[in-house]
């Protein structure tokens, strides 16, 4: 109901209009008027459903590795509140890598969702089977703390003694629901204690393969990720602070069972669908007055490109030389180019969110900026004292064995 003020003037909604007080230029009060547009409390259209199939299985992983890990994971990021916005920020722009997940489908899913953020480098991974990781640089040297210190500390120059190594997994039982295993070693080269101590989930043996190690048969991981963390001594004030290194949860796409239950197409558009079926989005307050209603369901997007389905062609030309890419799955090509030299890589696929370079001997993806376009991309790598660079491009769901691989190889 509107209401008057001793100026005579109105504040509240009437019929169709909302009045409101305005101040002139003499500061006296005057009538202010809009037409009245009907707010709703929980829109839910199309673009707004797409949101809550990435946010809500985001939020579940986020209870799931709060406590050990999320809510303060995020170098130079405040712990608490602020680590969680930057978490959730992440998740809401991812544009692929989230799990398809259906409205009532309330699971603990794993997807590509950024764990940690800091200036220290990764620890390189990967899936071999769907209850093994290898890690490329540990070893489980005599069995013992000292001896995988000593075996990183050889095999992975940016790792020091007194690092701590996280380990975090969404792993299940056989027609289990999944959860969460965190586990973390801090490597000590003076330690004499038994791995197996230490690790009660996972196993690590000398060729640094890390199997699931749980009472049951056939367990599985769908999703891993390692963090690097140390403690960093201030020069002024002496206070101490922890440094992270940059990761991401990989989903373990060498097991059918993740895939074929959180990332197909099909179940794109039944996640889709099951937040479109009982979200109609009122245009009008009036409902019964047969209010517009916007049933958009037949326009759920496509979603991205399966990797199986991804294209990929290119190009790479630097040094006075242009080489084409070869075929997925034949043998790489080589690029000559001297050190301080560009090399420019152009890509045409039609998955250009999805298609990254990786360096094939790490696993890692390579820092580039990208300029896209509607067939691809285009991006720039510098050759700066490097003995060369060994490099995968490859959807990021894909493994290396469905990649195109490359070289460039600095001359002499």
Not at 20 to 49: F, M, W
Not at 68 to 75: A, G, P, R, T
Not at 254 to 281: G, L, P
Request: charged share 20%.
């Amino acid at each position: 109901m509107a209401k008057g003020n001793r100026n005579y003037v109105m504040s509240g909604k009437v019929g169709n209009s909302v009045l409101y007080k305005l101040t002139d230029s003499n500061n006296k009060d005057i009538q202010g008027e809009r037409t009245y547009v009907a707010k709703i409390a929980n829109p839910k259209t199309v673009a707004q459903c797409i949101q809550r199939v990435k946010m809500d299985p985001a939020v579940r992983f986020y209870r799931a590795f709060k406590e050990e890990i999320l809510d303060h994971s995020f170098e130079g990021v405040k712990y608490g509140g602020k680590s969680h916005n930057r978490f959730s920020k992440l998740a809401l722009m991812m544009k692929s890598g989230f799990p398809y997940c259906t409205k009532d489908e309330n699971v603990l899913a794993p997807g590509n969702y950024v764990m940690a953020e800091g200036s220290l480098n990764q620890i390189p991974f990967e899936f071999v089977a769907a209850d093994t990781v290898v890690m490329k640089g540990l070893r489980n040297n005599e069995g013992t703390v000292g001896g995988l210190t000593a075996a990183a500390i050889e095999n992975l120059p940016w790792v020091k003694n007194g690092d701590q190594i996280t380990f975090a997994a969404i792993v299940s039982e056989p027609n289990q629901n999944p959860f969460p295993i965190v586990e973390r070693i801090v490597l000590d080269a003076s330690s004499t204690a038994n791995l197996s101590s230490v690790l009660k989930a996972f196993t690590l043996d000398t060729d640094g393969e890390i199997t699931l190690h749980l009472e049951v048969d056939s367990p599985t991981i769908h999703g891993f990720a390692l963090i690097l963390s140390r403690p960093s001594v201030a020069h002024t004030s002496g206070g101490i602070s922890w440094l992270r290194s940059n990761s991401s949860m990989a989903v373990n796409t060498i097991n059918q069972e993740t895939m074929s239950r959180w990332f197909t197409n099909a179940k794109y558009q039944e996640a889709v669908a099951s937040y479109m079926q009982t979200s109609k989005d009122v245009s009008s307050d009036w409902y019964l007055n047969q209010g517009k209603l916007d049933d958009s369901e037949a326009n759920i997007p496509t979603p991205p490109v399966d990797p199986d389905d991804v294209t990929v062609s290119a190009t790479a030309a630097g040094g006075g030389q242009t080489k084409d890419f070869p075929a997925v799955g034949a043998a790489a090509a080589s690029l000559s180019a001297s050190s301080g030299s560009n090399v420019t890589i152009t890509v045409v696929t039609n998955a250009p969110d999805q298609v990254n370079l990786f360096d094939s001997d790490t696993n890692l993806k390579i820092q580039a900026a990208k300029t896209m376009n509607a067939n691809g991309f285009t991006m720039v790598i510098r050759i700066d004292d490097l003995d060369g660079v060994k490099a995968d491009l490859r959807a990021d769901a894909v493994q290396k064995t469905g990649s195109i691989a490359f070289h460039v190889i600095q001359n002499p």
